[in-house]
């Protein structure tokens, strides 16, 4: 008897191993897609709720379009996401893009960060950014982001990015 209680709690530790590493190594996710990872807002009327149904109140509202967000569960059609600020709520799919956006991030708000002709900081400035600009990410690789937007486009280092992981590569 005492053999066989020791069995059942050996294989119910072992079933919840296999489970959290099998979270931990695949996508469990209602999309499919991992979790944690970085979208935009498509629209720039974007309600956030306190819950992951209409039922819930509306807590607040993205009006900017292409802000980056992060998601970081999934319920049914909803979407819980993180903004560069850290305020998190739920979102409805359908008001998300895959397309890739970031932040400029800078210690100090103040201070500008430089945007390079090449991923070589001995390269030509071609634009310095306010932190708080966002831009649109093309590719990231080697500590690097080629970033766009309105009146700029060049590489800039990815640590001054919020909404790309470090060492992420972007394609």
């Given at each position: 008897m005492e053999f066989g209680r020791f069995c059942s709690q050996v294989l119910v530790i072992g079933l919840l191993c296999v489970s959290a590493a099998s979270a931990k190594d695949s996508a469990l996710t209602t999309s499919g897609l991992p979790v944690p990872r970085?979208?935009?807002?498509?629209?720039?009327?974007?309600?956030?709720?306190?819950?992951?149904t209409k039922d819930n109140d509306v807590a607040w509202v993205y009006t900017r379009s292409g802000l980056p967000v992060e998601i970081t569960a999934e319920f049914e059609n909803w979407r819980r996401v993180r903004d560069s600020e850290?305020?998190?709520?739920?979102?409805?799919?359908s008001l998300l893009s895959g397309r890739r956006t970031a932040v400029i991030t800078m210690?100090?708000?103040?201070?500008?960060?430089?945007?390079?002709?090449?991923?070589?900081?001995?390269?030509a400035v071609t634009a310095r950014l306010q932190a708080g600009v966002v831009a649109q990410v093309k590719h990231c690789a080697a500590g690097w982001c080629h970033v766009a937007g309105n009146g700029f486009d060049g590489w800039i280092e990815q640590q001054r990015l919020w909404g790309v992981y470090a060492d992420e590569k972007v394609d």
């Amino acid at each position: 008897m005492e053999f066989g209680r020791f069995c059942s709690q050996v294989l119910v530790i072992g079933l919840l191993c296999v489970s959290a590493a099998s979270a931990k190594d695949s996508a469990l996710t209602t999309s499919g897609l991992p979790v944690p990872r970085y979208v935009s807002l498509k629209s720039d009327h974007v309600n956030v709720r306190a819950g992951p149904t209409k039922d819930n109140d509306v807590a607040w509202v993205y009006t900017r379009s292409g802000l980056p967000v992060e998601i970081t569960a999934e319920f049914e059609n909803w979407r819980r996401v993180r903004d560069s600020e850290g305020a998190e709520g739920w979102v409805y799919h359908s008001l998300l893009s895959g397309r890739r956006t970031a932040v400029i991030t800078m210690k100090n708000k103040d201070d500008l960060a430089s945007l390079y002709e090449r991923a070589d900081t001995t390269s030509a400035v071609t634009a310095r950014l306010q932190a708080g600009v966002v831009a649109q990410v093309k590719h990231c690789a080697a500590g690097w982001c080629h970033v766009a937007g309105n009146g700029f486009d060049g590489w800039i280092e990815q640590q001054r990015l919020w909404g790309v992981y470090a060492d992420e590569k972007v394609d």
